[in-house]
C-alpha cells in the first residue's frame, strides 16, 4: 500500500474506533470513506449494531458489498456521526468536498448530522482553500448561462468517458479553478444565488473533528 493509502486507511479506521453500539452513521463518498466502510462492515460482522445513511450510489453498492444496508435519510432520523472524506481542509475547519462528484448528498447527509468527522491524508490540510478545483453542481436545463457566469473562475465541465459527467441527481459539476479562495462564505454565498446552481463544495464549518493520517498514525483536530 502505498504513503497516502496508508494515511487514508489509519485515519479512517481511528473514525470508525468512535462508533458505537445503536448509533446511526452517515456514509460519506470517496477512496477513504472506502476504509471506514470496510472496517464498519468487520464491526458490524462482529455484532456491532448501527444503523446507516449513505451519501451516494456508491457508498450504498459498497456498504452492501461488506454486509451493510443503508437506510433512506428521510427514514433514518438524525445521524449521530457522519464520516466523510474532504478534497481540501484548513484549521479553520473549513473545505472544499465534491471531487468524487458527491457535494449534495454529502452536504445533506452533513446537515443531518449531530457530529462530522473528516478523514484525509495529510496532502489535504491545507492553510488556504482553493489549489484543489472547487466542484459546483448545476442542473442540466440552461447550464451555459451559468457556465457564462462563472467564465471569471476558470470553470470546466466535468466529463466522463465522452460525455459530461452527471452525478446521482442527474446534474452537471463544473470545477472552479480558483487557486486561492481568499474569503469562502462570500464565494459560497456569490455561487449559491446563481439560479441553475444546485450547491457548491465549499463546506463552511461544518465539520467538527478531522482525523489527519500520517505516515505514523494519527492527528486530530476537534473544533
Ligand atoms: C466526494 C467527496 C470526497 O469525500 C472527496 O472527494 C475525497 O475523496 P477521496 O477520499 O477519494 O480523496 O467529497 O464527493
Given at each position: 500500500?502505498?504513503?497516502?493509502?496508508?494515511?487514508?486507511?489509519?485515519?479512517?479506521?481511528?473514525?470508525?474506533?468512535?462508533?458505537?453500539?445503536?448509533?446511526?452513521?452517515?456514509?460519506?463518498?470517496?477512496?477513504?470513506?472506502?476504509?471506514?466502510?470496510?472496517?464498519?462492515?468487520?464491526?458490524?460482522?462482529?455484532?456491532?449494531?448501527?444503523?446507516?445513511?449513505?451519501?451516494?450510489?456508491?457508498?450504498?453498492?459498497?456498504?452492501?458489498?461488506?454486509?451493510?444496508?443503508?437506510?433512506?435519510?428521510?427514514?433514518?432520523?438524525?445521524?449521530?456521526?457522519?464520516?466523510?472524506?474532504?478534497?481540501?481542509?484548513?484549521?479553520?475547519?473549513?473545505?472544499?468536498?465534491?471531487?468524487?462528484?458527491?457535494?449534495?448528498?454529502?452536504?445533506?447527509?452533513?446537515?443531518?448530522?449531530?457530529?462530522?468527522?473528516?478523514?484525509?491524508?495529510?496532502?489535504?490540510?491545507?492553510?488556504?482553500?482553493?489549489n484543489y478545483p472547487l466542484?459546483?453542481?448545476?442542473?442540466?436545463?440552461?447550464?451555459?448561462?451559468?457556465?457564462?457566469?462563472?467564465?471569471?473562475?476558470?470553470?470546466?465541465?466535468?466529463?466522463?468517458?465522452?460525455?459530461?459527467?452527471?452525478?446521482?441527481?442527474?446534474?452537471?459539476?463544473?470545477?472552479?479553478?480558483?487557486?486561492?479562495?481568499?474569503?469562502?462564505?462570500?464565494?459560497?454565498?456569490?455561487?449559491?444565488?446563481?439560479?441553475?446552481?444546485?450547491?457548491?463544495?465549499?463546506?463552511?464549518?461544518?465539520?467538527?473533528?478531522?482525523?489527519?493520517g500520517r505516515k505514523d498514525?494519527?492527528?486530530?483536530?476537534?473544533?
Open positions: 500500500m502505498n504513503q497516502k493509502d496508508t494515511e487514508k486507511k489509519l485515519s479512517a479506521e481511528k473514525a470508525v474506533e468512535i462508533i458505537e453500539y445503536g448509533m446511526t452513521v452517515g456514509l460519506g463518498t470517496g477512496s477513504t470513506v472506502y476504509f471506514a466502510i470496510k472496517k464498519l462492515g468487520e464491526r458490524v460482522k462482529d455484532g456491532l449494531k448501527i444503523k446507516t445513511v449513505s451519501t451516494s450510489n456508491s457508498s450504498t453498492d459498497l456498504a452492501r458489498s461488506f454486509g451493510i444496508e443503508p437506510l433512506s435519510i428521510d427514514n433514518a432520523g438524525i445521524i449521530d456521526i457522519n464520516i466523510d472524506g474532504a478534497d481540501e481542509a484548513d484549521r479553520s475547519f473549513n473545505g472544499i468536498k465534491g471531487g468524487g462528484g458527491a457535494l449534495l448528498f454529502e452536504k445533506i447527509v452533513a446537515l443531518n448530522s449531530k457530529k462530522n468527522i473528516w478523514i484525509i491524508d495529510s496532502d489535504k490540510l491545507v492553510n488556504q482553500l482553493g466542484p459546483v453542481e448545476v442542473i442540466p436545463f440552461g447550464y451555459k448561462r451559468v457556465f457564462g457566469i462563472l467564465k471569471k473562475y476558470d470553470p470546466a465541465v466535468r466529463m466522463k468517458d465522452d460525455g459530461f459527467y452527471k452525478t446521482d441527481s442527474g446534474n452537471l459539476i463544473f470545477d472552479l479553478h480558483l487557486n486561492k479562495i481568499e474569503d469562502p462564505q462570500t464565494l459560497d454565498a456569490e455561487l449559491k444565488q446563481i439560479t441553475g446552481v444546485v450547491e457548491t463544495g465549499l463546506f463552511i464549518g461544518i465539520a467538527d473533528t478531522i482525523i489527519i498514525g494519527t492527528e486530530i483536530l476537534i473544533k
